[in-house]
């Protein structure tokens, strides 16, 4: 049984321990040790890194009371010196104790019970038995939570028997029948627990709800705590000043300038489209006027995009569907379409997907008609030709 010093004291970095056991496996070398500083991975919060005897922690986990420790090397020697990777350790007490004040939150002013906890690397997910809350609610839980870190209460963890157990107003059954855990803010919120957490609220910083989203009936939270809160208003900060720079408009008038010019940007991205379809008719229009043996369309175009061919095609079959048309576009990614209903002896995906497999190019379609790229223009071109001569006889 590995004595767990973090349950102790969660801020000690530094300690010295017995090797137990080590197992060779193909991750690196599983170690036990008499007393351990690192946190395993379990109840919806990582595992700590750092290094024993200078080598590479990579991995904690408990398995029947003992903390195994996945080493990158080998650790010579009966003692060891062991150090724990602070700011990680840090980071996990600060989001884990925000969750637990949110969780009290929730659950004394909705009513809504957490029923799914998981700590990433980036925000913290907090499930609540809700199928969901406004925005004027999230408001009002983040106003709450927050006036409990700033009143700096105290965060007693401690463990519980089964006399104890009964007079304590937890907020979930345990998950555990011995060796209980409890992790108390200061006669608010009791739950069981195997984490580690600050000792006082102040230390967890701001709480920061990013957003929400419904999950099998329920609601969950993405939240970020202390640092993570800090880094994320930097970052939004940079993003914002970045925006009024871009768009020469003071902050309080900033949304309502992007939503300008995003409005004017898909007028003028409609008008384009309208003055490209315009355009593409009358080439459509022209090239039925100038098909060869009044039959054939083959046209190669260095300025149309594989859009514009889909378009093109769509046109001269419209206005004329007994013609045979071969349509490339080269600029941005080469495209080809073909199109033939006049001629029953032809299957014409079969035809383009032949051709274009010679070059690396991919591509099908049905009888009368077929689709495709290639991935360069001199390709593109050696196919059109290929094609042509199948068509133009």
Same mark, same amino acid.
């Given at each position: 049984?590995? +004595?767990?010093?973090?349950? =102790?004291?969660?801020? =000690? ?8 056991? @080590? ?14 500083? $690192? ?7 990582? $595992? ?8 590479? #922690? ?41 969750? /637990? ?15 799914? $906890? ?15 809350? %406004? ?20 965060? !007693?963890?401690?463990?519980?028997? *089964? !006399? ?20 108390? @803010? ?12 600050? =000792? ?14 419904? @999950? ?20 939004? /900060?940079?993003?914002?000043?970045? #925006? ?20 004017? +940007?898909?007028?003028? !991205? ?37 859009? &514009? ?22 600029? &941005? ?13 032809? !299957? ?20 009368? %008609? *077929? ?23």
């Amino acid at each position: 049984m590995t +004595e767990k010093l973090y349950y =102790q004291n969660p801020y =000690q970095t530094r300690a010295t321990a017995i090797v137990n056991n @080590i197992i060779k496996s193909k991750e690196g070398y599983w170690v036990t040790l008499d007393k351990t500083i $690192f946190y395993p991975e379990g109840g919806g919060q990582p $595992f700590d890194l750092g290094t024993v005897n200078g080598i590479e #922690l990579k991995k904690v986990v408990e398995k029947d009371g003992d903390v195994w420790h996945l080493l990158a090397d080998y650790i010579t020697g009966d003692e060891v010196e062991c150090q724990l990777n602070w700011p990680r350790r840090f980071d996990h007490m600060q989001q884990h104790g925000g969750q /637990h004040i949110i969780s009290g939150v929730a659950d004394k002013t909705f009513q809504a019970a957490t029923v799914g $906890f998981h700590l990433s690397e980036h925000y913290t997910t907090v499930d609540l038995a809700v199928p969901q809350l %406004s925005s004027l609610q999230i408001e009002q839980l983040e106003t709450e939570v927050n006036s409990i870190v700033f009143a700096n209460k105290n965060i !007693h963890s401690y463990f519980a028997d *089964a !006399h104890q157990l009964i007079n304590l107003p937890l907020r979930k059954k345990p998950s555990v029948d011995q060796n209980i855990r409890i992790v108390e @803010i200061d006669k608010y919120d009791y739950s069981p627990c195997c984490g580690t957490h600050p =000792q006082l609220t102040g230390e967890i910083g701001l709480v920061k709800v990013l957003k929400t989203e419904k @999950i099998r009936g329920n609601t969950r939270l993405y939240i970020v705590c202390g640092y993570r809160a800090l880094n994320k208003f930097t970052q939004d /900060h940079y993003l914002i000043n970045s #925006l009024i720079d871009l768009t020469s408009a003071n902050e309080s008038r900033l949304l309502e300038a992007i939503k300008r010019t995003y409005h004017n +940007e898909k007028l003028k !991205h409609k008008e384009i489209n309208s003055l490209t379809e315009q355009l593409l008719n009358y080439k459509a229009l022209e090239l039925i006027r100038l098909k060869k043996d009044n039959r054939v369309i083959n046209y190669i175009d260095d300025n149309l995009t594989g859009n &514009d061919i889909k378009k093109l095609l769509s046109l001269i079959v419209k206005h004329s569907p007994e013609t045979i048309v071969l349509l490339a576009g080269l600029k &941005d990614s080469p495209k080809l379409a073909v199109y033939n209903s006049s001629d029953p002896d032809l !299957h014409i995906g079969d035809i383009f997907k032949n051709i274009v497999s010679r070059y690396g190019g991919k591509g099908g379609g049905n009888k009368i %008609s *077929a689709q495709g790229s290639c991935s360069n223009v001199k390709d593109t071109t050696k196919i059109f030709n290929d094609l042509s001569q199948i068509f133009i006889k």
